[in-house]
């Protein structure tokens, strides 16, 4: 299925295909900078995918050498004219893409063939998954322009904790894949002739093996977890527990394995 004329998609393309629904940037002329519409089309294509009963799970990759360059120039020197108030509303906008990758009720993979920079390595922190190769280079350059890394901020330090979140933020220097591997930015690294591949065993192993009500579940409480205090965090945890095993997807997993039969989801 293809929505790029339904929803008017300039930028970005959506393809599902054995219930893997692939997001992809498609501005390789200007690596994949982010501006308005690019951030527009990529809420409009995540809320599709989410809603898309033909897809399970999501991957997000991109087109041309460049994974994301973060914003784009030219994009920027437009801000410098704005009000405050309008680029409240531009700040805004980011901010509600990343907290809807963060929160979506779909596992997300990022596919990540490249350089990952600024708010293009944001887009990889706030994905679940994220999968790289050796030649990429990871980082916030933020602070090197005189501006800040504030939105993202809020998803890194969850993902990598504060000590190694402050060595990206604060220095502004990019990092090799095989560092952002180490403090947990990225899942793994591979050959860059096995990154597709790769990506797609696991979101296949994702949408055969595992029940996507159960992912969804244990997604929103990784979330929802960390804002709560201890005894809530348990109390919640209690519930959900609770909830789980009275749904359909809990009864028949459990059947399947009392009864021994191989199960495929």
């Known amino acids: 299925m293809n929505i790029a004329e339904t929803?008017?998609?300039?930028?970005?393309?959506?393809?599902?295909?054995?219930?893997?629904?692939?997001?992809?940037?498609?501005?390789?002329?200007?690596r994949n900078a982010l501006n308005y519409q690019v951030v527009t089309e990529l809420k409009a294509a995540f809320d599709f995918a989410e809603n898309d009963e033909d897809c399970k799970v999501i991957v997000l990759k991109a087109a041309g050498a460049v994974f994301c360059a973060g914003a784009d120039l030219e994009y920027l020197q437009q801000l410098q004219q704005n009000t405050f108030q309008e680029n409240l509303e531009d700040s805004t906008h980011l901010m509600q893409l990343f907290y809807q990758i963060y929160t979506l009720k779909k596992v997300v993979i990022a596919q990540v063939h490249g350089h990952a920079i600024a708010g293009g390595c944001g887009l990889a922190t706030v994905c679940d998954f994220a999968y790289t190769i050796p030649s990429a280079k990871f980082g916030y350059t933020e602070v090197k322009i005189g501006f800040i890394p504030a939105i993202v901020k809020i998803f890194l330090l969850r993902k990598i904790g504060e000590s190694k979140a402050k060595e990206l933020l604060l220095t502004g220097d990019l990092i090799s894949a095989e560092r952002a591997q180490a403090i947990?930015?990225?899942?793994?690294?591979?050959?860059?002739?096995?990154?597709?591949?790769?990506?797609?065993?696991?979101?296949?192993?994702?949408?055969?093996?595992?029940?996507?009500?159960?992912?969804?579940?244990?997604?929103?409480?990784?979330?929802?977890?960390?804002?709560?205090?201890?005894?809530?965090?348990?109390?919640?945890?209690?519930?959900?527990?609770?909830?789980?095993?009275?749904?359909?997807?809990?009864?028949?997993?459990?059947?399947?394995?009392?009864?021994?039969?191989?199960?495929?989801?």
């Open 184 to 265: 947990g930015l990225i899942n793994e690294v591979v050959g860059e002739d096995e990154l597709a591949n790769r990506v797609e065993e696991l979101a296949q192993r994702l949408c055969t093996q595992n029940s996507g009500q159960s992912m969804e579940t244990t997604k929103e409480m990784i979330a929802r977890v960390q804002e709560l205090p201890l005894k809530s965090a348990l109390e919640y945890a209690a519930e959900k527990n609770a909830f789980a095993r009275s749904t359909e997807d809990c009864q028949r997993g459990i059947q399947s394995f009392l009864d021994k039969e191989p199960l495929t989801w």
């Open 7 to 30: 929803l008017s998609l300039q930028y970005i393309q959506y393809q599902c295909a054995n219930r893997v629904g692939y997001i992809t940037l498609n501005r390789p002329e200007k």
